[in-house]
């Protein structure tokens, strides 16, 4: 079963998990303290930093060009990899709102600390360095390692018609 969290703890966890260019163990122990669960820390450490690079990603020249994931990845039981619509992740959707809020009034160091941790831009980064461009891309949806498919399956399941 998923915790549900309130907006204004996912906007204290953004501002723990981006205090700093790497989050740290005492980032972690932070996180503990506002929430209960082992798998809502590693949700909220995962998917707001992709929530983040996501949203600059967006902003980045030739972006408008570029195709960027609604979905993102979790392994079920068996190893395999499932795709879940991002608005199956609560985490993912009140952080992209915070991510928007940030890249345009800042504070610039929160979105680029936690925009840097993100698995999406920094695919975005090697192909850039590498010489390649956005136009035309389309980007994969990240993969969470360590977050069970069946924490997104009932949510999932429950959105079809």
């Known amino acids: 079963m ?3 969290l309130s907006s204004d703890l996912i906007y204290q966890a953004v501002k723990l998990l981006g205090a700093q260019p790497d989050a740290s163990d005492e980032t972690e122990e932070q996180l503990r303290a506002l929430v209960r669960d082992d798998f809502t820390v590693r949700r909220l450490a995962d998917v707001v930093p992709e929530a983040f690079g996501l949203v600059l990603a967006s902003h980045l020249p030739g972006a408008e060009n570029m195709t960027l994931p609604d979905t993102f990845c979790a ?3 068996d190893g395999e990899w499932v795709e879940f619509p991002m608005r199956c992740e609560p985490i993912f959707v009140m952080a992209v709102d915070i991510a928007q809020h940030t890249f345009h009034n800042g504070p610039r160091a929160l979105m680029k600390n936690l925009a840097d941790r993100s698995s999406l831009l920094s695919a975005i980064s090697k192909a850039l360095n590498a010489g390649g461009s956005l136009d ?3 980007l994969g949806p990240p993969s969470f390692f360590g977050l069970p ?3 997104y399956q009932p949510a ?3 959105d079809t018609p």
Do not use: H, I
């Open 75 to 77: 392994q079920d039981d």
């Open 156 to 158: 999932a399941s429950s």
């Open 149 to 151: 498919a069946a924490l």
């Open 2 to 4: 998923m915790e549900a």
């Open 136 to 138: 035309g891309t389309n």
